[in-house]
């Protein structure tokens, strides 16, 4: 079974300043998915960016990209100039071929400070 | 695109009660999942849905709850007897297929079991 790990339960960053969010996983596949989601205090899930793993060329969508190592099996998203709407819990997730359903990990609580 | 919409918001109930929550996916997903999200286990995939047959239940975490897909538009999430350890935010979310496309969340609800 796939598994998902965000060791950072909470983090903190200061507005315009850059930030990581690290997540690893653990699979046996060599063709899978990853995402990550942001679930702001309105509960809403969002979702911020997607890797297919075939893809070597890491994923960039605005202020957010990824570093995407497959052999280390590590997915971290990088907020840049983040913004006090960036305020909320980030989830990574894993989809393994074949649209099976996500795998989450615990997630991080980020807070962007004024 | 109104989107994936479930009902309702919140619910209160008392131990023992019988709960029923609904949701309606985007129309034309042909895949419709069901998520429970607690502070100490995150996320977790309950039950999942393709062209409204049952693929995967084994999230379910025992007899009290079921789901059911009884058109295209529509599934319910019901658990009787409810227990206080139901507690906890409930997701549907919906995807198009093809394969590997990235889910559509509903705004939850929020389940007090008391």
């Known amino acids: 079974a796939q598994t998902v790990t965000q060791s950072q339960p909470e983090m903190s960053v200061q507005e315009a300043e850059t930030v990581t969010l690290s997540c690893t996983y653990d699979t046996s596949e060599s063709n899978y998915y990853l995402f990550w989601y942001k679930q702001p205090p309105s509960r809403q899930m969002i979702l911020v960016i997607r890797?297919?793993?075939?893809?070597?060329q890491n994923a960039t969508e605005n202020r957010f990209s990824v570093n995407f190592q497959k052999a280390a099996k590590s997915f971290s998203l990088k907020i840049s100039d983040s913004q006090l709407g960036d305020t909320a819990m980030y989830f990574c997730?894993?989809?393994?071929?074949?649209?099976?359903?996500?795998?989450f990990g615990k997630g991080t609580r980020l807070s962007v400070i004024a | 695109d109104a989107g994936v919409i479930q009902s309702p918001r919140h619910e209160v109930t008392e131990m023992g009660q019988e709960v029923t929550l609904r949701c309606k996916p985007i129309s034309g997903h042909d895949y419709l999942f069901w998520y429970r999200q607690t502070m100490m286990r995150g996320l977790e995939l309950l039950i999942y849905?393709?062209?409204?047959?049952?693929?995967?239940d084994s999230g379910m975490p025992e007899d009290r709850f079921s789901a059911k897909m009884p058109n295209a538009s529509f599934s319910t999430l019901k658990i009787q007897p409810s227990e206080p350890r139901d507690s906890a935010v409930y997701f549907c979310?919906?995807?198009?297929?093809?394969?590997?496309?990235?889910?559509?969340f509903g705004n939850g609800t929020r389940l007090t079991v008391t």
């Open positions: 997730a894993f989809m393994r071929a074949g649209n099976t359903p996500l795998v």
């Open positions: 979310a919906s995807s198009p297929g093809p394969l590997n496309s990235p889910l559509h």
């Open positions: 890797q297919e793993a075939y893809k070597q």
């Open positions: 849905f393709n062209n409204n047959v049952p693929i995967d």
